[in-house]
Antibody, heavy 121, light 110 residues
Framework: EVQLVESGGGLVQPGGSLRLSCAAS????????MHWVRQAPGKGLEYVSA????????YYANSVKGRFTISRDNSKNTLYLQMGSLRAEDMAVYYC??????????????WGKGTTVTVSS | QSVLTQPPSASGTPGQRVTISCSGS????????VNWYQQLPGTAPKLLIY???QRPSGVPDRFSGSKSGTSASLAISGLQSEDEADYYC???????????FGGGTKLTVL
C-alpha cells in the first residue's frame, strides 16, 4: 500500500524558515515524480512545487519561487520542501503527493494526510 | 482566483444525479486531460477520476467524467450521503508548465 507521511510543520514567525519532509513507502519512490500542494484554511488547493523522479526537473509556483526549494533523496525515499522568508499567506496544510509517472505532468495520484504550517508572530 | 472555474456549490437529494462543471482554456483543458479529486471533510484529497473518464480501482462506477473542448464535467449518479465532500478538477497547463486546480465545489446531499 502506498503511504506518504508528512512531517516538519509547525508554528513559525513571519520571515522564518521551515523544512517539510515526506516519507514514502509501498512503491518504487525513485521511479515517480513528487508534488507539494497546499490548502490554506477554508480555501481550495494550490499547486506549490514538483520534482521529477531523478530530480532533474523542478517546478515552482510563482507565489513561492525564490523562497522555497524542493528536493528528494531517493536513497531514503524522502521528499523535502525547504521553505524560507515565510509569509502569512504561506499558512496552510501542505500535502505531499505522488505522480503517476517519472515526470510531473503525469496526473497526481496518492496524497499524504498533510502537515500544518502556521505563520504568526 | 483559480485558473479553472468550478461552481462553488452543488446539491442533490439521495438517489439523484448531480453534475459539476469545470471550465478552462486552450492552455489547459483544451490540450490536456482532466482529473478530479474528492476531499471528504477533514481529510486529504483522493483521486476520483483521471485522464478525463478513468476511475482508479475502488472508485464506484456512480462517478463518471467527461470532457469537451475547454470544459469538463463530473457526474455522480445515485447520490449518497457519503458523497458529501469538496470536489476539485485539475489539469496540466502548458503555459504555466504546471498543474492548475479549480476552486472546488462543495457538494451537499440534502
Amino acid at each position: 500500500e502506498v503511504q506518504l507521511v508528512e512531517s516538519g510543520g509547525g508554528l513559525v514567525q513571519p520571515g522564518g524558515s521551515l523544512r517539510l519532509s515526506c516519507a514514502a513507502s509501498g512503491f518504487t519512490f525513485s521511479s515517480y515524480a513528487m508534488h507539494w500542494v497546499r490548502q490554506a484554511p477554508g480555501k481550495g488547493l494550490e499547486y506549490v512545487s514538483a520534482i521529477s523522479s531523478n530530480g532533474g526537473n523542478i517546478y515552482y509556483a510563482n507565489s513561492v519561487k525564490g523562497r522555497f526549494t524542493i528536493s528528494r533523496d531517493n536513497s531514503k525515499n524522502t521528499l523535502y520542501l525547504q521553505m524560507g522568508s515565510l509569509r502569512a499567506e504561506d499558512m496552510a496544510v501542505y500535502y505531499c503527493a505522488t505522480g503517476s509517472g517519472s515526470y510531473y505532468y503525469y496526473y497526481i495520484d496518492v496524497w499524504g494526510k498533510g502537515t500544518t504550517v502556521t505563520v504568526s508572530s | 482566483q483559480s485558473v479553472l472555474t468550478q461552481p462553488p456549490s452543488a446539491s442533490g437529494t439521495p438517489g439523484q444525479r448531480v453534475t459539476i462543471s469545470c471550465s478552462g482554456s486552450s492552455a489547459n483543458i483544451g490540450r490536456n486531460t482532466v482529473n478530479w479529486y474528492q476531499q471528504l471533510p477533514g481529510t486529504a484529497p483522493k483521486l476520483l477520476i483521471y485522464s478525463n473518464n478513468q476511475r482508479p480501482s475502488g472508485v464506484p462506477d456512480r462517478f463518471s467524467g467527461s470532457k469537451s473542448g475547454t470544459s469538463a464535467s463530473l457526474a455522480i449518479s445515485g447520490l449518497q450521503s457519503e458523497d458529501e465532500a469538496d470536489y476539485y478538477c485539475a489539469a496540466w497547463d502548458d503555459s504555466l508548465n504546471g498543474w492548475v486546480f479549480g476552486g472546488g465545489t462543495k457538494l451537499t446531499v440534502l
